[in-house]
């Protein structure tokens, strides 16, 4: 049972334009959302989160949107850059005893084109 | 600062050894957390410890899979009886204080069991 589903496998966005990543999840006592990148023989490197109070988070070329109705997140990196190009994945955590433990979706390729 | 350090990186072992997974965490961070990373999946939690303790560990597979960290600071990931299906990257993360506190992770130690 996939509770965090990323339904892009890869995606191929060209240098200056927007990339947009989503992410879905089914359980609804998920309370907080990040975002991590990867690279290739590294672990994830923390990139944005968002809390369920709110509907969007900003950190520089970085957004999350939150639509709790649907139960959907998206990342907006604009513009893209070619070191941009990694594995991204989408977790959440929920309230109390349940909030250190994230689960992650299976994660969207990026590769930004020159 | 130094940041989450695991050994060894790689780790073949045959089917059935026992194998010991190392994580030094970040200075200061009480909270450390291993998951595991399947081909083409994100990552998996496992366990995560609250100094000592292990606070939750619903994410064990089986009696096969045990960890410790008894003074608080490194941990040792420990399998038993080791099974092809182990074969995985296991990473390691640390926070500060546990809860909704960022998770940063480690390279990770990939495992191939033959």
């Known amino acids: 049972d996939q509770q965090v589903k990323q339904n892009s496998p890869s995606l191929s966005v060209q240098e200056g334009r927007i990339s947009i990543l989503n992410c879905d999840y089914t359980?609804?006592?998920?309370?907080?959302f990040l975002w991590y990148k990867k690279y290739p023989a590294e672990g994830p490197t923390f990139l944005i989160s968002?809390?369920?109070?709110?509907d969007k988070n900003e950190d520089g070329r970085f957004t999350v949107f939150l639509n709790k109705s649907a139960k959907h997140l998206s990342l907006h990196i604009v513009p893209s850059q070619p070191g941009d190009s990694a594995v991204y994945f989408c977790?959440?955590?929920?309230?109390?005893?349940?909030?250190?433990?994230?689960?992650f979706g299976t994660g969207t390729r990026l590769q930004v084109t020159l | 600062g130094a940041g989450v350090s695991q050994t060894p990186s790689n780790k073949v072992t045959e089917k059935g050894k026992y194998v010991e997974l190392r994580c030094d965490p970040i200075?200061?961070?009480?909270?450390l957390y291993w998951y595991r990373q399947s081909l083409g999946q994100g990552p998996e939690f496992l366990i995560y410890?609250?100094?000592?303790?292990?606070?939750?560990d619903s994410g064990l597979p089986n009696d096969r899979f045990f960890a410790v960290r008894p003074e608080g600071s490194v941990s040792t990931l420990k399998i038993q009886r080791t099974e092809r299906g182990d074969s995985a990257v296991y990473l390691c993360?640390?926070?500060?204080?546990?809860?909704?506190?960022?998770?940063?992770f480690g390279p990770g130690t990939r495992l191939t069991v033959l």
């Open positions: 968002i809390s369920s109070i709110k």
């Open positions: 977790a959440a955590s929920g309230r109390a005893g349940t909030a250190s433990k994230l689960t």
């Open positions: 993360a640390s926070s500060l204080r546990g809860g909704k506190d960022t998770q940063y």
């Open positions: 359980n609804s006592m998920f309370d907080y």
């Open positions: 200075s200061g961070h009480t909270a």
């Open positions: 410890f609250q100094g000592t303790g292990a606070a939750d």
